[in-house]
């Protein structure tokens, strides 16, 4: 995945990307590479919920 991202590591962030220069292919490329890091985004979101959902249970 890394193919196309730039990460600020100070900001956590990921860099934008000047599309132009991008071909259909790699754009096509890109658009499933960003679609595979929202799947695990939200998995990641769904683990952290859990564990706030059982911290919540055990502190009661």
């Known amino acids: 995945m890394t ?3 730039e ?3 100070k900001r956590k962030t ?4 000047n599309l132009d220069d991008f ?3 790699d754009l ?3 658009v499933s ?10 998995d ?4 952290k919920e859990n ?3 059982n911290a919540e249970k055990f502190f009661k």
């Open 23 to 25: 071909s259909v292919e």
């Open 28 to 30: 096509l490329n890109y």
């Open 3 to 5: 193919d196309f991202f």
């Open 33 to 42: 590479e960003l679609e595979n890091e929202i799947l695990r985004v939200q």
């Open 7 to 9: 990460i600020d590591e």
């Open 14 to 17: 990921v860099k934008i990307l």
């Open 51 to 53: 564990l706030k959902i």
């Open 44 to 47: 990641e979101i769904k683990k």
